[in-house]
């Protein structure tokens, strides 16, 4: 059915009374008439005609709701077709001018694609609750000792016991101790000997998290305890897919683990990917013999999650722990310094690392879109004026101002939903490269991802980012000014307000780029000097094996095998030197002793100084290419039936034997055990780059052994090409032997730094987008300013006014624009940075370098922007813009 | 049968029903405003059922709604301005149908009522 372009009036609702009132009388009157006709008195026939007729009162309620039911319906479909009329129009329109459209298309789609695809991220690793049941529920516990100001200590297993035993408002707590590349288990008597990734539960582990077994069934209690059949082992999803190509007949039998055999009892769910993602078994803590870690209150290796009973809240959580440690405390000397708990919620545990970044990153992609908002709202404005001259006729012919607006707002909503449309087609491809990119820095990247809740988050944005640029160029389409609209022939200057609006869009525009611009600035800055960093050593041409040797094998002449395994590889062609470390740079903490120093007085019950102990070869310093400040390292001499020395680090030094020269001093670990220190090497950066290196004691690994080795080898050309070599050279001497992992040290430091190089790419491109988008905005406005005045720019040039005059205009006008845009956008970017400080390495939020070079760039920009405009002005032909009229 | 019996014992639908076949059938073939048609099935079933008013036009309008007839105002005979209801297409072949149900279920009660 074809309607009328503005709908009839509806019928009101007194109308439609009124219009049965006028039935029901004549009714009446008829039958009045006819009876009086027959005869009877004009009282009686009405008191008849009443009395036939029957409930009035009934009937005019019944067709009074069937009126209006009947109303609405009709409105509605009125209210339909108006929106399809609109719709029809507004892609019509759109077509009729593609440039326009595509520049807006491309520009929603860039602004929603980068929000929905930094959103899954917030939503995947932020939002979502984690995949165990009741996740709120459940928390980290560390223990903590007040008077040396250590928060987050793992715990032992006998406090563990006693933990357990002691709860009340917590419904279970259960202990871990996994390591990455060093709690893993050698898995023989399969094709391929190989090092599996492993976890060392406690009783309590499983029950805490309440995830049953996806197959199988999980040790109980009394199969993780020493004395019970503790040689279990459950399998995590993955490991089981991989190794057994998930063949159920493989519960119940048994695996060889560390060269004795395990019951597989069990799979985790493919889900349950903690601590971390690659684990492949878990097998009981109580499996560890004492001679590798002791079970005494003094070793403390295991971290704990526990969970509360429901409805019980973190402090009282932290209150019940913290006075269960108390107790320990005061009832165990090993346990005095420990007298307190930190407990905190296992969700903010997993994504604290990231939280501050992936938030920055939202809010970056925030500013984006305003910026894609107010570049619309400027491009629709300008639209909105050259077609003043519809939008008066249309009112003019009578449609009522809110049809107009409404009509505009639909063209913006096409225009939004088209943006949207394509924005989230954008944001599958971004969330691939996001993961591509971020491979390893994103816990629970796996659960990052376009779904419902993204897609709905999407759309929300599409329709608010439609909403607010329609919105502006809608309300003032309603608000007055229609004759001026209609007496505008094109060709007079625009009215002042709609150049005061186009102005300020212009200056917010410049202000939000500059805002980006210098989030992105300090980042990079940030980033920058994270690479500067001297990490103490020299990554190039360094390559590493990481391995643990079997006491099965080689039994007490370990030592002899990896002296031997050290030597053998510096005779391979190719390396220039080799040594050995427990643990690479960035790849784990060794292990922390406590020391003295001679004359220093540790009161009763205060924990004395500790430091970073780290197991290294001879020529560990001299490969890798520390430095040795003073004295010497390690050498072949330095035995085991040699007196012991050490190595301590420069922090060390400096701290301990402040104004002294501790080469040739003694430091006392243990139990009073003087050793002889022999060197002092420059700061080696341990736990990460931006990270300053802390007390550092380095013992001679055949001097006081460990099974964890990372052998390391410096070579002459790629490290990669001595890969083999290098494996090869460990399978001749023993060909059980399983290696953990290989690389360089080059991929150690390129991992260090990937979470900050990832936030700085993402920020820069963030960054130069918001850029590009504010020249676009200042360009548009300046050009279309210039082709609204031709008219006078050619009457000043006919009156003699100089080219370079005009120009030098328009381009001030840029310049004005822009300048203020900087200033505003400086101020907001001080105010704003502050947030970003938690992200960002030796550099000030408020950096002047940052700041001033962003200003310059965006002046650069704006002046580039204004230029093409005014070149256009200057060459305006007077004769040319005078006919136009 | 009554009109107060119908209301009280027979289900509610059969009754409308009823009575829209007789409204439908007062229209045709000529459109007639509201009393005519009360008039109509006044002097066609000779009293046998009594109908009220109120019943009749909320019929009306409930077929209005359904578009089974369309209303306009005209001039009736005494020149006063009236709503007159005219059946529709759909109107005449809703009456069609309805009439043949009724033939039918009449035929089967004949049946049943006359020992063959």
Same mark, same amino acid.
């Given at each position: 059915?074809?309607?009328?372009?503005?709908?009839?009036?509806?019928?009101?609702?007194?109308?439609?009374?009124?219009?049965?009132?006028?039935?029901?009388?004549?009714?009446?009157?008829?039958?009045?008439?006819?009876?009086?006709?027959?005869?009877?008195?004009?009282?009686?026939?009405?008191?008849?005609?009443?009395?036939?007729?029957?409930?009035?009162?009934?009937?005019?309620?019944?067709?009074?709701?069937?009126?209006?039911?009947?109303?609405?319906?009709?409105?509605?479909?009125?209210?339909?077709?108006?929106?399809?009329?609109?719709?029809?129009?507004?892609?019509?329109?759109?077509?009729?001018?593609?440039?326009?459209?595509?520049?807006?298309?491309?520009?929603?789609?860039?602004?929603?694609?980068?929000?929905?695809?930094?959103?899954?991220?917030?939503?995947?690793?932020?939002?979502?609750?984690?995949?165990?049941?009741?996740?709120?529920?459940?928390?980290?516990?560390?223990?903590?000792?007040?008077?040396?100001?250590?928060?987050?200590?793992?715990?032992?297993?006998?406090?563990?016991?006693?933990?357990?035993?002691?709860?009340?408002?917590?419904?279970?707590?259960?202990?871990?101790?996994?390591?990455?590349?060093?709690?893993?288990?050698?898995?023989?008597?399969?094709?391929?000997?190989?090092?599996?990734?492993?976890?060392?539960?406690?009783?309590?582990?499983?029950?805490?998290?309440?995830?049953?077994?996806?197959?199988?069934?999980?040790?109980?209690?009394?199969?993780?305890?020493?004395?019970?059949?503790?040689?279990?082992?459950?399998?995590?999803?993955?490991?089981?897919?991989?190794?057994?190509?998930?063949?159920?007949?493989?519960?119940?039998?048994?695996?060889?683990?560390?060269?004795?055999?395990?019951?597989?009892?069990?799979?985790?769910?493919?889900?349950?990917?903690?601590?971390?993602?690659?684990?492949?078994?878990?097998?009981?803590?109580?499996?560890?013999?004492?001679?590798?870690?002791?079970?005494?209150?003094?070793?403390?290796?295991?971290?704990?999650?526990?969970?509360?009973?429901?409805?019980?809240?973190?402090?009282?959580?932290?209150?019940?722990?913290?006075?269960?440690?108390?107790?320990?405390?005061?009832?165990?000397?090993?346990?005095?310094?420990?007298?307190?708990?930190?407990?905190?919620?296992?969700?903010?545990?997993?994504?604290?690392?990231?939280?501050?970044?992936?938030?920055?990153?939202?809010?970056?992609?925030?500013?984006?879109?305003?910026?894609?908002?107010?570049?619309?709202?400027?491009?629709?404005?300008?639209?909105?004026?050259?077609?003043?001259?519809?939008?008066?006729?249309?009112?003019?012919?009578?449609?009522?101002?809110?049809?107009?607006?409404?009509?505009?707002?639909?063209?913006?909503?096409?225009?939004?939903?088209?943006?949207?449309?394509?924005?989230?087609?954008?944001?599958?491809?971004?969330?691939?490269?996001?993961?591509?990119?971020?491979?390893?820095?994103?816990?629970?990247?796996?659960?990052?991802?376009?779904?419902?809740?993204?897609?709905?988050?999407?759309?929300?944005?599409?329709?608010?980012?439609?909403?607010?640029?329609?919105?502006?160029?809608?309300?003032?389409?309603?608000?007055?000014?229609?004759?001026?609209?209609?007496?505008?022939?094109?060709?007079?200057?625009?009215?002042?307000?709609?150049?005061?609006?186009?102005?300020?869009?212009?200056?917010?525009?410049?202000?939000?780029?500059?805002?980006?611009?210098?989030?992105?600035?300090?980042?990079?800055?940030?980033?920058?000097?994270?690479?500067?960093?001297?990490?103490?050593?020299?990554?190039?041409?360094?390559?590493?094996?990481?391995?643990?040797?079997?006491?099965?094998?080689?039994?007490?002449?370990?030592?002899?095998?990896?002296?031997?395994?050290?030597?053998?590889?510096?005779?391979?062609?190719?390396?220039?030197?080799?040594?050995?470390?427990?643990?690479?740079?960035?790849?784990?903490?060794?292990?922390?002793?406590?020391?003295?120093?001679?004359?220093?007085?540790?009161?009763?019950?205060?924990?004395?100084?500790?430091?970073?102990?780290?197991?290294?070869?001879?020529?560990?310093?001299?490969?890798?290419?520390?430095?040795?400040?003073?004295?010497?390292?390690?050498?072949?001499?330095?035995?085991?039936?040699?007196?012991?020395?050490?190595?301590?680090?420069?922090?060390?030094?400096?701290?301990?034997?402040?104004?002294?020269?501790?080469?040739?001093?003694?430091?006392?670990?243990?139990?009073?055990?003087?050793?002889?220190?022999?060197?002092?090497?420059?700061?080696?950066?341990?736990?990460?780059?931006?990270?300053?290196?802390?007390?550092?004691?380095?013992?001679?690994?055949?001097?006081?052994?460990?099974?964890?080795?990372?052998?390391?080898?410096?070579?002459?050309?790629?490290?990669?090409?001595?890969?083999?070599?290098?494996?090869?050279?460990?399978?001749?001497?023993?060909?059980?032997?399983?290696?953990?992992?290989?690389?360089?040290?080059?991929?150690?430091?390129?991992?260090?730094?990937?979470?900050?190089?990832?936030?700085?790419?993402?920020?820069?491109?963030?960054?130069?987008?918001?850029?590009?988008?504010?020249?676009?905005?200042?360009?548009?406005?300046?050009?279309?300013?210039?082709?609204?005045?031709?008219?006078?720019?050619?009457?000043?040039?006919?009156?003699?006014?100089?080219?370079?005059?005009?120009?030098?205009?328009?381009?001030?006008?840029?310049?004005?624009?822009?300048?203020?845009?900087?200033?505003?956008?400086?101020?907001?970017?001080?105010?704003?940075?502050?947030?970003?400080?938690?992200?960002?390495?030796?550099?000030?939020?408020?950096?002047?370098?940052?700041?001033?070079?962003?200003?310059?760039?965006?002046?650069?920009?704006?002046?580039?922007?204004?230029?093409?405009?005014?070149?256009?002005?200057?060459?305006?032909?007077?004769?040319?813009?005078?006919?136009?009229? | 049968?009554?009109? $107060?019996? &119908? @209301?009280? *014992?027979?289900?509610? #639908?059969?009754?409308? %029903?009823? !009575?829209?076949?007789?409204?439908?059938?007062?229209?045709?073939?000529?459109?007639?405003? $509201?009393? &005519? @048609?009360? *008039?109509?099935?006044? #002097?066609?079933?000779? %009293?046998? !059922?009594?109908?009220?008013?109120?019943?009749?036009?909320?019929?009306?309008?409930?077929?209005?709604? &359904?578009?089974?007839?369309?209303?306009?105002?005209?001039?009736?005979?005494?020149?006063?301005?009236?709503?007159?209801?005219?059946?529709?297409?759909?109107?005449?072949?809703?009456?069609?149908?309805?009439?043949?149900?009724?033939?039918?279920?009449?035929?089967?009660?004949?049946?049943?009522?006359?020992?063959?």
């Amino acid at each position: 059915m074809k309607r009328p372009l503005f709908g009839f009036p509806w019928r009101s609702e007194r109308a439609i009374r009124e219009e049965w009132e006028e039935e029901l009388r004549f009714h009446l009157d008829a039958r009045t008439e006819d009876l009086v006709a027959d005869g009877a008195t004009p009282e009686e026939a009405r008191a008849q005609a009443l009395r036939e007729f029957g409930d009035i009162e009934d009937a005019r309620r019944y067709i009074r709701s069937l009126d209006r039911a009947a109303e609405a319906g009709r409105r509605r479909r009125n209210v339909m077709g108006e929106l399809r009329q609109d719709l029809v129009y507004a892609v019509r329109k759109l077509r009729a001018c593609p440039a326009f459209t595509v520049t807006a298309v491309v520009t929603l789609a860039l602004g929603i694609g980068a929000n929905a695809a930094i959103f899954s991220v917030v939503n995947g690793v932020l939002l979502r609750p984690l995949p165990f049941p009741r996740p709120d529920e459940l928390y980290r516990v560390w223990s903590a000792s007040r008077s040396s100001n250590r928060t987050t200590v793992p715990a032992s297993s006998p406090d563990l016991e006693d933990w357990r035993a002691d709860r009340q408002q917590i419904a279970d707590l259960g202990g871990y101790w996994y390591a990455d590349g060093g709690s893993g288990l050698d898995l023989t008597g399969v094709v391929e000997p190989q090092r599996l990734q492993g976890v060392f539960v406690t009783a309590g582990f499983f029950s805490t998290f309440g995830v049953p077994a996806a197959q199988g069934r999980l040790p109980r209690e009394d199969e993780m305890v020493r004395g019970g059949h503790d040689r279990v082992v459950v399998l995590s999803w993955s490991f089981w897919q991989r190794q057994f190509g998930g063949d159920p007949s493989v519960i119940g039998s048994s695996l060889t683990l560390g060269g004795e055999p395990f019951d597989v009892l069990g799979v985790m769910p493919a889900a349950f990917r903690y601590p971390a993602e690659g684990i492949d078994v878990y097998v009981p803590y109580s499996t560890i013999p004492d001679h590798e870690i002791p079970h005494i209150r003094s070793v403390r290796t295991l971290q704990v999650v526990a969970r509360a009973r429901p409805g019980v809240g973190p402090t009282t959580v932290e209150t019940e722990m913290s006075s269960i440690a108390a107790r320990l405390a005061a009832r165990y000397p090993e346990d005095k310094p420990y007298d307190s708990a930190t407990v905190r919620p296992l969700q903010a545990v997993i994504t604290g690392p990231v939280r501050s970044g992936v938030l920055v990153l939202l809010g970056a992609v925030a500013f984006v879109l305003l910026i894609t908002c107010v570049n619309l709202a400027g491009l629709l404005l300008a639209q909105a004026s050259t077609r003043g001259r519809e939008i008066a006729t249309r009112v003019a012919l009578g449609a009522s101002r809110a049809r107009v607006a409404r009509q505009l707002l639909t063209e913006s909503m096409v225009l939004a939903l088209s943006g949207g449309a394509a924005g989230l087609g954008l944001a599958r491809l971004l969330v691939g490269a996001l993961l591509g990119l971020s491979s390893g820095q994103l816990p629970r990247s796996r659960e990052i991802g376009l779904d419902g809740t993204v897609l709905l988050f999407g759309l929300g944005l599409t329709v608010a980012t439609g909403l607010l640029f329609g919105l502006v160029p809608a309300l003032r389409a309603v608000s007055g000014g229609m004759r001026g609209l209609l007496q505008d022939r094109g060709g007079g200057s625009p009215g002042r307000r709609t150049t005061r609006l186009r102005d300020g869009l212009v200056v917010a525009e410049v202000a939000l780029a500059v805002v980006l611009a210098v989030g992105a600035g300090l980042m990079a800055r940030s980033f920058i000097e994270l690479l500067r960093v001297d990490p103490g050593f020299r990554p190039h041409h360094l390559l590493a094996a990481n391995f643990t040797l079997s006491t099965e094998r080689h039994g007490e002449s370990y030592g002899t095998f990896y002296e031997e395994l050290i030597q053998r590889v510096r005779t391979l062609p190719g390396v220039v030197s080799a040594g050995a470390v427990k643990d690479a740079p960035f790849r784990g903490m060794g292990e922390r002793w406590g020391f003295t120093t001679p004359g220093m007085v540790v009161p009763a019950g205060e924990e004395g100084p500790t430091a970073m102990v780290l197991h290294v070869s001879d020529g560990y310093f001299h490969t890798i290419g520390a430095r040795i400040l003073d004295g010497r390292e390690f050498t072949p001499q330095d035995r085991a039936d040699a007196p012991p020395v050490l190595v301590v680090n420069e922090t060390l030094a400096k701290r301990y034997f402040p104004g002294e020269d501790p080469v040739g001093k003694k430091l006392f670990t243990g139990a009073d055990h003087p050793v002889t220190i022999v060197g002092i090497v420059a700061d080696i950066r341990q736990a990460a780059m931006d990270e300053p290196a802390t007390p550092t004691i380095y013992v001679d690994n055949l001097q006081n052994s460990r099974v964890r080795v990372t052998l390391v080898v410096r070579t002459v050309g790629n490290p990669l090409a001595m890969a083999r070599p290098l494996r090869r050279a460990i399978w001749s001497m023993d060909p059980d032997q399983t290696i953990t992992s290989v690389f360089t040290f080059d991929d150690i430091v390129s991992e260090s730094v990937a979470r900050p190089r990832l936030l700085t790419v993402l920020l820069s491109a963030f960054g130069i987008l918001g850029l590009a988008l504010g020249a676009l905005g200042i360009h548009g406005v300046l050009t279309y300013l210039v082709s609204r005045r031709q008219r006078e720019i050619g009457v000043r040039l006919a009156l003699g006014a100089r080219a370079s005059a005009v120009e030098r205009m328009v381009l001030a006008r840029g310049l004005v624009l822009g300048g203020i845009g900087v200033v505003v956008g400086l101020l907001g970017a001080i105010a704003l940075t502050r947030y970003i400080t938690g992200v960002l390495f030796a550099v000030a939020p408020t950096d002047p370098f940052t700041l001033g070079g962003v200003a310059a760039i965006l002046m650069g920009t704006a002046a580039l922007a204004s230029w093409m405009p005014a070149r256009r002005a200057g060459r305006v032909d007077p004769v040319v813009s005078l006919r136009a009229e | 049968m009554e009109e $107060g019996w &119908a @209301v009280a *014992r027979e289900p509610m #639908d059969l009754m409308q %029903g009823t !009575l829209d076949v007789l409204v439908l059938r007062a229209l045709d073939p000529e459109p007639r405003h $509201g009393y &005519a @048609v009360s *008039r109509w099935v006044r #002097d066609r079933t000779g %009293g046998v !059922l009594q109908i009220g008013d109120a019943p009749l036009y909320k019929a009306l309008h409930r077929l209005e709604k &359904a578009a089974y007839v369309e209303a306009e105002w005209a001039l009736s005979e005494n020149n006063r301005r009236a709503r007159y209801y005219r059946l529709t297409a759909r109107g005449r072949q809703r009456f069609k149908e309805a009439e043949a149900s009724w033939r039918r279920y009449a035929e089967a009660v004949s049946k049943v009522l006359d020992p063959a």
